[in-house]
């Protein structure tokens, strides 16, 4: 008798894989963590082997997890690619999409790119702001996904990834020895500025803000003037080309969580579930 897996339950199954609990999946795919329990318990009676052992406080797949991951993911590309070529001419309304100013900018605009060419009846309003700022519209109603570090929000998220901050000067005109430092960067609230004084001041290194800007490109066009040094992510580096370079004998720096936040309700859409899942499979970082 021919036994056919459940795609529900493989769905769980690698959301429980990639974000190491139940309570992670449980966001990612929509379900509460009883249900998520529940479909992998009823996954490993089809398949009749243990799926998962705890490790610390992580989930992690046995060895016929592992086996399975592969040919799961591979099911599941191949079951959204038939229900996106059966649907890619019927996805149609607007998806409101927030993206922080400069986490990932070129691959996002290559998303979006993709997306409205295969998706022509779609529609979707893009806001750049800082993270703070996309939460805050998320939370008034006022958009629908948004791509952020992540913040202080009860908004259900999924994780792309840890993204390091890095201080950035111009390479043809070194500023490391200057006193104080002199720096450049966006106006408040702005989680690199924080960090950058943060461990400036630890260190006991003076410095002295010389541009303040509500406009990443402002700060683009100061560090490329050799003006000051900032703290931003390695996209900021590619998009001066090579005007810039990352400095290193700066106190260290840390890593900021890249956040896919969602509202609940469009992403039973199925033009916001569409994007969402563009997004997670394209903007992993790392």
Known sequence: MNRTLSIDFLRTFVAIADGGTFAAAAERVGRTVSAVSLQIDRLEEQVGRALFQKSGRRMEPTSAGQQLLDHARTILAANDAALSAMTSDRLSGTVRLGVLHDALEAAAATVLADFTMAHPQARIEVVVDTSQALIDAMEAGKLDQAIAFQVNTRLPRDT?????????????????????????????????????????????????????????????????????????TAEFIQSLGGGAHEIDRLPKLPQKQLCLYRRVPVITSRTGSALHRECLEKLKVG
């Open 160 to 232: 792309l990834g840890l993204v390091p901050m890095r201080w950035i000067g111009n390479r043809q005109r070194s500023l490391i020895d200057e006193c104080p430092l002199p720096l450049v960067m966006l106006e408040e609230p702005c989680a690199f500025r924080r960090a950058a004084l943060a461990a400036l001041d630890e260190a006991g290194l003076p410095w002295r803000i010389v541009l303040v800007s509500a406009s990443l490109a402002a700060v683009r066009a100061a560090v490329g003037a050799g003006l000051g040094i900032t703290v931003r």
